[in-house]
């Protein structure tokens, strides 16, 4: 008997939990500054409706309907389609490594931020606050410099994610009530306080009044494409696994809806936050489209500037900094839920043992950030995944569903327990067959040439050397394109032994 949800708003809540996560609180807002504002917000909603919102519900109907995680699934579409499923969850495990050590320096953050109580106007020692507790050199050159705050923090990072995820919906149901709404109230309380501030209503025009030539850059479209696919938590294995634990009895087409659109509400309000903050404290023009240089390095200063108040300061640190604990941890445990319940659907495992196995193995790998290379690492690797492995994924994804299975089909499992309210076949079928996978197709081509216009090495102009990005860059993209095989290979190991291989297919797979 496979394990369910407890209820509907436990299963939205999680999905909105995974979908709403760091890029809604640093990179929504540093973009839209970046893009003249509404006009960003503008392509990012059209393509939230065309792109997004069709590919969340094909990935939900799906796996409520087989019953498994993403290779299963896939399979389901078509046999030779597995291995699809497979690069999405090694774009789970990949990303859920670094994704950790970005978690740990908000831990750190977090319990630093009793030193902003002697900062107050001091913007330079802001600025440097995360900096020289990281000790991140800006290059490949640190491997010898060892982080201990940021050890620690990373330890209790993944002890934080196992305990949310050990008993599989059961915990992550109970716990996502109180992660999702946390982060709301804090972003309500922070946006509240900018609001107040001298100035706040300069940074609010700034992000909500478009300027509608910036619609003529071709950055803006591409980047507000990107963000809609990463912010949803597709092509990651995540929303798979989510929609295996729903009942045969749910309701895909309004749930999506409503899990789009938290995640663009949130957004917002974290644009609110930012905009209002920032000009509140004059340093709206200092925002930047890098979430790592807003949260830990930009927005410090503004939070020393915030007021005369040194304990007002000290607290909005707390808060503002607590408030991306409670984005970030849901995020880190669903990406690591998406994989595990892959590898225990295949191999017929515990689940919570294979949990257990993935965040002893994951915080091993994840070790390598706590060096004073990890910034320079993370960057690289953080580059590679979001510019290739997760929009390839997501383009095969919906080849294999658009032509090498009847969409109809998909259509009709998705319209299942919909009263007046369907996904029409006319948005939703044109959507995954065509426009989608071309319009991000074009992007992994745009994402090639931009990388080739700066020497076809990635962080070139800061000294990135071409071997970090073979190995972490080009290596990652390879393993994650052959992981398919690497499971296949265990299966005809395994299979000498008695091994016996689920093969599925769209007609066999029911609920139970």
């Given at each position: 008997?496979?394990?369910k949800?407890?209820?509907r708003?436990?299963?939205?809540?999680?999905a909105?939990?995974?979908a709403?996560?760091?890029?809604?609180?640093?990179?929504?807002?540093?973009?839209?500054?970046k893009?003249g504002g509404?006009?960003?917000?503008?392509v990012?909603?059209?393509a939230m409706?065309?792109i997004?919102?069709?590919?969340?519900?094909?990935?939900?109907?799906?796996?409520?309907?087989?019953?498994?995680?993403?290779?299963?699934?896939?399979?389901?579409?078509?046999?030779?389609?597995?291995?699809?499923g497979?690069?999405?969850?090694?774009?789970?495990i990949?990303?859920?490594?670094?994704?950790?050590?970005?978690f740990?320096w908000?831990?750190?953050m977090?319990?630093?931020s009793?030193?902003?109580m002697?900062?107050?106007?001091?913007?330079e020692?802001?600025?440097?606050?995360?900096?020289?507790t990281?000790?991140?050199?800006?290059?490949?050159?640190?491997?010898?410099?060892?982080?201990?705050?940021?050890?620690?923090?990373?330890?209790?990072?993944?002890?934080?994610?196992y305990?949310?995820?050990?008993n599989?919906?059961?915990?992550?149901?109970?716990?996502?009530?109180?992660?999702?709404s946390?982060?709301?109230?804090?972003?309500?309380?922070?946006?509240?306080r900018?609001?107040?501030?001298?100035?706040?209503?300069?940074?609010?025009?700034?992000?909500?009044?478009?300027?509608?030539?910036?619609?003529?850059?071709?950055?803006?479209?591409?980047?507000a494409?990107?963000q809609?696919?990463?912010?949803?938590?597709?092509?990651?294995?995540?929303?798979?696994?989510y929609?295996?634990?729903?009942?045969?009895?749910?309701?895909?087409?309004?749930?999506?809806?409503?899990?789009a659109?938290?995640?663009m509400?949130?957004?917002l309000?974290?644009?609110?936050?930012?905009?209002?903050?920032m000009?509140?404290?004059?340093?709206l023009?200092?925002?930047?489209?890098?979430?790592?240089?807003t949260?830990?390095i930009?927005?410090?200063?503004?939070?020393?500037?915030?007021?005369?108040?040194?304990?007002?300061?000290?607290?909005?640190?707390?808060?503002?900094?607590?408030?991306?604990?409670?984005?970030?941890?849901?995020s880190?445990?669903?990406?690591?839920?998406?994989?595990s319940t892959?590898?225990?659907?295949?191999?017929?495992?515990?689940?919570?043992?294979?949990?257990?196995?993935?965040?002893i193995?994951?915080?091993?790998?994840?070790?390598i950030?706590?060096?004073g290379?990890?910034?320079a690492?993370?960057?690289?690797?953080?580059?590679?995944?979001?510019?290739?492995?997760?929009?390839?994924?997501?383009v095969?994804?919906?080849?294999?569903?658009?032509?090498?299975?009847?969409?109809?089909?998909i259509?009709?499992?998705?319209?299942?327990?919909?009263g007046?309210?369907?996904?029409?076949?006319?948005?939703?079928?044109?959507?995954?067959?065509?426009?989608s996978?071309?319009?991000?197709?074009?992007?992994?081509?745009?994402?090639?040439?931009?990388?080739?216009?700066?020497?076809?090495?990635?962080?070139?102009?800061?000294?990135?050397?071409?071997?970090?990005?073979?190995?972490?860059?080009?290596?990652i993209?390879?393993?994650?394109?052959?992981?398919g095989?690497?499971?296949?290979?265990?299966v005809?190991?395994?299979?000498?032994?008695?091994?016996?291989?689920d093969?599925?297919?769209?007609?066999?797979?029911?609920?139970?």
């Amino acid at each position: 008997m496979r394990e369910k949800w407890s209820s509907r708003s436990a299963f939205i809540l999680a999905a909105i939990g995974s979908a709403v996560g760091l890029g809604n609180a640093w990179r929504f807002p540093g973009l839209a500054a970046k893009y003249g504002g509404g006009a960003f917000i503008f392509v990012y909603f059209i393509a939230m409706i065309i792109i997004g919102i069709p590919l969340l519900m094909m990935e939900i109907s799906v796996a409520r309907h087989t019953r498994l995680g993403a290779p299963g699934s896939m399979r389901t579409l078509r046999k030779g389609s597995e291995g699809i499923g497979w690069i999405a969850v090694s774009n789970s495990i990949f990303v859920s490594i670094y994704y950790a050590a970005v978690f740990a320096w908000i831990i750190m953050m977090f319990f630093m931020s009793y030193k902003f109580m002697g900062l107050t106007g001091n913007t330079e020692a802001a600025s440097t606050l995360w900096l020289d507790t990281v000790k991140a050199t800006g290059d490949f050159s640190g491997f010898d410099i060892i982080s201990w705050p940021v050890f620690g923090c990373l330890i209790l990072a993944w002890v934080l994610c196992y305990v949310c995820i050990r008993n599989g919906t059961t915990t992550v149901g109970k716990v996502v009530k109180f992660t999702v709404s946390l982060p709301v109230i804090c972003l309500v309380i922070m946006a509240f306080r900018g609001l107040m501030m001298p100035g706040a209503m300069e940074g609010f025009a700034k992000l909500f009044i478009p300027d509608w030539t910036a619609l003529a850059d071709s950055n803006l479209w591409v980047d507000a494409i990107g963000q809609v696919f990463y912010s949803l938590s597709t092509s990651m294995a995540v929303m798979f696994a989510y929609g295996s634990f729903l009942s045969s009895d749910s309701n895909v087409v309004t749930d999506t809806v409503i899990i789009a659109f938290a995640d663009m509400f949130i957004s917002l309000l974290a644009g609110i936050v930012m905009f209002t903050t920032m000009a509140g404290t004059g340093m709206l023009g200092d925002m930047s489209a890098s979430g790592i240089s807003t949260a830990f390095i930009i927005y410090p200063q503004a939070i020393v500037k915030i007021s005369d108040s040194s304990v007002f300061n000290m607290i909005f640190a707390f808060i503002f900094y607590f408030c991306l604990i409670t984005l970030a941890i849901d995020s880190l445990f669903s990406m690591v839920e998406g994989a595990s319940t892959a590898i225990s659907d295949k191999f017929h495992l515990n689940k919570k043992k294979t949990t257990l196995a993935l965040c002893i193995n994951e915080g091993i790998a994840s070790l390598i950030f706590v060096t004073g290379a990890g910034v320079a690492i993370l960057d690289t690797v953080d580059y590679f995944i979001n510019s290739y492995t997760l929009i390839m994924t997501g383009v095969a994804e919906m080849i294999t569903a658009g032509w090498f299975f009847k969409t109809t089909k998909i259509l009709d499992e998705i319209n299942r327990n919909t009263g007046k309210f369907k996904a029409p076949s006319w948005w939703f079928i044109p959507s995954i067959r065509i426009i989608s996978p071309a319009v991000l197709i074009g992007l992994i081509i745009w994402n090639i040439i931009t990388l080739l216009k700066s020497g076809g090495i990635y962080g070139a102009a800061d000294g990135y050397p071409l071997w970090a990005n073979i190995v972490f860059g080009w290596c990652i993209i390879i393993l994650s394109i052959m992981s398919g095989l690497i499971v296949k290979l265990v299966v005809k190991i395994r299979s000498s032994k008695g091994f016996t291989e689920d093969d599925r297919s769209w007609d066999d797979a029911g609920y139970s």
